[in-house]
């Protein structure tokens, strides 16, 4: 009798964790660490000088970098070398290069109506780092183009460098910020528990989401690039409230003083528009991996 009740038991607590917590995924990636640093920064490069960036000591983006660094300092799997800039740009978007340099549009900051919504955004794109979601779709569009031989040979070596050898062209980045929807469901799972851990209440990301849904039914197309960026896997407002379900409740963050002021100084701000920076673009230069 006893030892059935302990059975039991054991079978409830392996079925039931306590703490089932999110596990980053990985997958099939021709690109080795050091690959991966190299064709970021790369990347970086060019969309700095291709995107208008409010300068990195701007009160506004020293505040955003300070609150990516903290949640980086929650993401699991290995120590990217996170940076954060702000674009000047008016529409709702995102997006994170592979080797941690992660950008966000100016209109992102001023539609979060709390910075647990800022962070759960910036959290999102850090969870796409943790994953290597962009080297793994640039290694499966290779993997499509490069026969199986010549991926063989590639392996091992410095696959970006191999691969420029053998002429493939796939600009840097022109596959990094192509995002499944598979890497959505994954960026946003993750990205629950990495805010959650940071002291952000994760319920502020379905609400950041539900919100953008609601615009995206009125006027689209301002946030088609985002959905583009970032492809609805279909129910994320619900996965990631399940997700935000499965933590215990704990006190969380209130605004900080530094996001309040970072709001009005937005509120202010008349940031390009997509249309305006494609002009922008044509005198500067556009960077290949913007779409
Ligand atoms: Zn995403």
């Known amino acids: 009798m006893l030892s ?3 059975s039991l038991v054991l079978i409830a607590t392996l079925a039931v964790p306590a703490f089932a917590r999110v596990q980053p995924t990985t997958g099939f990636d021709l690109y080795s660490h050091e690959d991966e640093l190299q064709v970021g920064k790369e990347a970086a490069l060019e969309m700095n000088r291709g995107l208008p960036l409010l300068p990195d000591s701007s009160p506004v983006s020293r505040y955003v970098s300070d609150l990516g660094k903290k949640l980086a300092s929650h993401a699991p799997g290995e120590p990217w070398p996170y940076a954060f800039h702000v674009v000047n740009q008016k529409e709702i978007n995102a997006f994170a290069l592979p080797g941690g ?4 549009n100016l209109g992102t900051i001023q539609a979060a109506d709390s910075e647990a919504e800022l962070a759960g955004v910036l959290a ?9 979601h962009g080297t793994r779709a640039a290694s499966k569009e ?3 183009e490069v026969p199986l031989a010549l991926l063989a040979g590639i392996l091992g070596k410095s696959t970006a460098a191999q691969a420029t050898a053998l002429g493939i062209s796939f600009g840097v980045g022109s596959y990094f910020l192509k ?11 993750l990205g629950t528990d990495i805010m959650y851990d940071a002291g952000y209440d994760p319920h502020a990301l379905a609400e950041f989401f539900a919100k953008l849904e609601d615009q995206a039914g009125g006027h689209g197309s301002e946030l088609d690039q985002f959905f583009s960026d970032h492809p609805d896997p279909g129910n994320r407002v619900e996965a990631v409230n399940q997700e935000a379900a499965t933590l215990a409740s704990k006190v969380y963050a209130l605004n900080s003083p530094e996001f309040l002021s970072v709001k009005q100084t937005v509120a202010g701000m008349k940031p390009m528009t997509a249309e305006q920076i494609a002009l922008w673009q044509k005198k500067h230069g556009k960077p290949d991996s913007a779409n």
């Open 124 to 132: 999102h794109e850090i969870a796409h780092v943790v994953q290597r």
């Open 101 to 104: 340099t992660i950008y966000i």
């Open 4 to 6: 059935r009740f302990i």
């Open 142 to 144: 290779m993997a499509a």
């Open 179 to 189: 995002n499944s929807r598979q890497s959505e469901s994954e960026a946003d799972l």
